[in-house]
């Protein structure tokens, strides 16, 4: 690769290309990839981000803006966090499977009272789930429908919290 090729900057917003053969940055996400990921993952239809563009800041952080911009942009935020791409695993954030965890379908769990109470205090909990291992949106029932808590991550029967510590609650 030469000196002169594109690279991620950590002080501005590039869009996320199209597909793989619109890819300038090497190991950059592409929409193509975000919404496939979400899709097998979650079931979440990509028909849900039609209003939203998805853009990198540093490397594989990615952020969701619904509507669009000129590219690239140097600000300190667009959107909401979305998605780390730049790992073995991708994961969502927090924000992310609270605004659109909702329309999840796959590798969702829900807890009750006291498990629930557990997962927002940050704590890992053994639980039985005979889904997928890996990153879960966890969810809650409030007044008849499952409500997003947050991400959990499910490994040898346990859930483990990975709510931010800014963000857990002592309910």
């Keep these: 690769m030469s000196d002169d090729a594109p690279t991620n900057d950590g002080q501005r917003f590039d869009r996320l290309p199209a597909t793989a053969e619109e890819r300038a940055v090497e190991g950059r996400a592409t929409r193509a990839e975000v919404l496939e ?5 979650f079931g979440v239809d990509p028909a849900v981000f039609d209003e939203y563009s998805f853009w990198e800041r540093g490397s594989g952080k990615v952020w969701a803006l619904r509507g ?7 600000v300190e935020g667009l959107g909401i966090t979305f998605l780390r791409t730049r790992q073995e695993h991708w994961k969502p954030t927090l924000s992310a499977v609270q605004r659109f965890g909702h329309h999840a379908s796959e590798n969702v769990i ?19 789930w005979d889904g997928d291992w890996g990153y879960l949106i966890v ?11 947050g991400v959990g991550l499910y490994v040898y029967d346990e859930l ?3 709510v931010p510590k800014g963000r857990r609650r002592d309910l």
Excluded: K
């Design 110 to 128: 829900a807890l009750d009272d006291d498990q629930a109470a557990t997962f927002v205090a940050g704590e890992d909990q053994d639980l039985a």
């Design 139 to 149: 969810t809650r029932e409030i007044a008849g429908e499952h409500e997003p808590l």
């Design 68 to 74: 669009e911009e000129p590219t690239p942009v140097e």
């Design 37 to 41: 990921w979400w899709d097998e993952r």
């Design 160 to 162: 483990r919290s990975v």
